[in-house]
């Protein structure tokens, strides 16, 4: 199967079991509809801060040479991005190929019920906790996906008593990219050009353990299995599996912009939702059929292998 019929079967499990769409609908209904959580009062502060910081430090001669350094900044353009964003919007892990259109979708005047947080340490525990809930639901939506390709009739009762061992194995596997991306911008200032280093080391690990999830949540590998498991995928056969998922990305990226586009307006976002959905999911699910029909011809190799050296083995006594 090349990788346009794998995508092409991806759309056609998310056809057989349209369920699958509960999922990311309900999440991206709840974040347009839901209450929004606000950091707008801390960017504010924030920005009064940085005023002040500036116009103490411009009077130091020392300190000329390292203002050049920093980026101007413009406090409305802050204002009008970080501040009103959704806080509510970290439920969706887009980077585990949960689909959402809404998480981006920034606070709108017009919204209803709006909660500002004016406490950083509120902050931070607040987006700990959305965080654990949205991983919570990401491995909850891969197992479903999982379970609709794998076309077993597990229980949904014990599909859901995996997912706290799903989502910490998946936390174990992410880890490294994840600690790789933040040094690499954190030390941006400081290395210059040597953190492009780092942060090609978290695309290259982002590469190896693409299909780390599908084999957690279908494969209910661990984490060094998982690991294993996407990595033979990519050795095995590297240029088509950058191919396929290059692909994936482009039309998620593409379809994105689209999305986009059309959330300026409550009738353009009613219809990005499901069809973001659809797309979204029939993306997931090639990619578990992509990871599963590998790993299957990797363990019927792997059995022609041991096959022939039995045989060899038997002639040669003979």
Known sequence: MNIIDTITAGFDTVRR????????????????????????????????????????????????????????????????????????????WNVLGVPSVAATRLIQPTDALVIDLSSSCAALGIMALVLVIGLFLAAFFLALVGRAVRG????????????????????????????????????????????????????????????????????????LEAVRNSIILLRMSFWPTLGFIVLCSVIAAGVSVIWQALLTSPLG?????????????????????YYRDRLSLWHQLIA???????????????
């Open 269 to 289: 976002t009613a219809v990005a939702i499901p069809f973001n959905s659809i797309i979204g999911t029939g993306l997931a699910a090639a990619a578990f059929i």
């Open 152 to 223: 077993d009739n597990e229980p949904l009762r014990d599909l859901i008593r995996q997912l706290p061992r799903y989502a910490l194995y998946i936390v174990i596997v992410m880890a490294p990219i994840l600690l790789a991306t933040m040094l690499g911008v954190s030390m941006s200032v400081i290395c210059g050009p040597f953190s492009f280093l780092l942060l090609g080391g978290a695309l290259w690990l982002a590469l190896y353990l693409y299909f780390a999830p599908e084999a957690i949540t279908m494969s209910r590998a661990g984490p």
């Open 17 to 92: 079991n349209p369920w699958l769409l509960v999922v990311p609908i309900l999440l991206d209904l709840l974040l347009w509809f839901g209450p929004k959580l606000s950091i707008a009062p801390i960017v504010s502060e924030s920005i009064a801060t940085m005023e002040e910081l500036q116009v103490l430090a411009a009077d130091q001669r020392e300190l000329e040479a390292a203002l050049a350094a920093l980026p101007d900044f413009d406090p409305n353009i802050l204002q009008e991005t970080a501040g009103r964003i959704n806080l509510l919007g970290l439920l969706a």
């Open 304 to 318: 022609q292998a041991r096959s022939r050296s039995q045989s060899e083995d038997s002639t040669s006594h003979d």
